[in-house]
């Protein structure tokens, strides 16, 4: 993944050199801020990427892809609102360290800069670019409110979990790579077939993340697990073991435990006996699958494509 | 001012028939709700007036100019939560009748809805439309902060007031203005001037809130007068009134009354002595003179031109 690095790289210096220390300093602190906190800039890298895959210049899809970071940085500020986040990277999050108004405004703020940064591409693609960009940013919107919606709602269908995390996650992916594909004059079929590419790999990231969450080796998962299971959250696994308990099986799910761990351990027998845990590789397996096929489709640059195909490699066969 | 109650029952209808009942309604819901509410449409029919004013078919302005009313009304959803505003219009604004969180999503997704709407104009003219209204959503949001900030602020200068009000109110009408200019072919200068026109008309009308707030006529305000007085508001009144008070006039500015109607007239009493009340006037007049100027620079046609400038007296000279 020597090339996905490099434009990583490329971008969180590029970023570091942007100057969002405008005035009132209230509205633009918090940009600076939640962006100075890093993260991994794998969208805005997937821009690059994708418009290097078709024959384009990296350099020319640079501040496009700062604007899809931006975007997705806006997004983290006001969901970290809604879930009353305190942390954020292990910094406090906008809110906490300033407070909601703070966070509701400069996020707006942060939405309106990444069109500023969206739009700085060629007259020629720009509707085509802004179409897709409205699209998603609705998109991820609608997401973030099914989630709201899902934590309290008891009979969440898989169906509805996916498309929840379709448009959450992935739409964000594939919209930062149809972005760099249009800048590099893709046709139309080959933004398309890059765009589902990411679809379908956020949403086998996102199934993994589920599983991860419960199987996960600590160390490598980068942060404690069983987080899904004791909140009780409307994961890929639990929907489906709740499907195929029996009522036993049902009541252990809903019982209350005496320990944290004891729930945790329970409750991922339960995932293994019902079958949900090779139920959900399964699924990740074949939203794996189907990226690597649209990749195939794009019909892109070898190397690059081997790069994106590593990268997806990268980001779902983590190991248990 | 036939023309403009025209252009706003147009905007009125069509904006009827938008549909924005998608899903999840939790997103969407609070969209129809806000837009139901009504309000002047004051905005929107000054794009459809400046599309006119420069020979263009208002028609074609139509789509962008729902653009503008969607986002001063995004505006308002993330104001009302800010401000804990219980009531818009004599409804439940929407963080009170559902929730913050769905204030701020809805919110979120109505500022992109601005930007579907915006959008839709001719290619040729994308560019510049969007560089207008990116800056001009942008200033909206620094005004709501610089708003926020001057509630708690002892020392707000008369220039940063105005640099509020501008930002908060004036560009929007100058941006709504300039992008009907745009849609009908105006030149530069032209586009420019109307901008101006609007900054500046937003400017007195501001003031002029800021005037009969304080001395105005409830009945012919529309709302109880008195109470930027009872709340301490660093309006243009205060300001100068400080400004210019005695010792004595200071601590009345700054005392405890038994009750609400003494502090009104006592108040409103210096800012009738120490000339606060003919400077925030003779304010008013400046930038409403200002703006007619703008306005006959602009040189668009002569029977627009007259209900721009009908309706700019409309909004300035109400009775006191």
Known sequence: MEKINGYTALIERTLARQDFNDKPIELYEPISYILSLGGKRLRPALTLAACELFGGDPQEALVP?????????????????????????????????????????????????????????????????????????????????????????????????????????????????????????????????????????????????????????????????????????NTILRINATHNSSPEQLASLEANYASDAEKVETVKGIFKDTGALVYAQSRMNEFYDEAIKHLKDANGSTEIETELATFAQWLIKRDL
Request: hydrophobic share 45%; proline share 2%; aromatic share 8%.
């Open 65 to 233: 892809a700062l604007g899809i970071e931006i975007f997705h940085n806006f997004s983290l500020i006001h969901d970290d609102i809604m879930d009353k986040a305190p942390l954020r990277r292990g910094k406090k999050t906008v809110h906490e360290k300033w407070n909601s108004d703070v966070a509701i405004l400069s996020g707006d703020a942060m939405l309106v800069k990444a069109y500023q940064y969206i739009v700085s591409v060629k007259p020629e693609i720009l509707p085509s670019v802004i179409k897709v960009f409205n699209q998603t940013a609705l998109e991820v919107c609608e997401g973030q409110q099914y989630d709201l919606n899902f934590e309290t709602q008891d009979d969440v269908l898989e169906d509805d979990y996916i498309e929840m995390i379709r448009l959450k996650t992935s739409v964000l992916l594939g919209c930062a790579l149809e972005i760099g594909a249009l800048i590099a004059g893709a046709s139309v079929k080959q933004a398309d077939a890059i765009y589902s590419f990411g679809e379908s790999i956020g949403i086998a990231f996102q199934i993994q993340d589920d599983i991860l969450d419960a199987f996960g080796d600590p160390e490598k998962f980068g942060k404690a697990t069983g987080g899904d299971i004791l909140n009780n959250k």
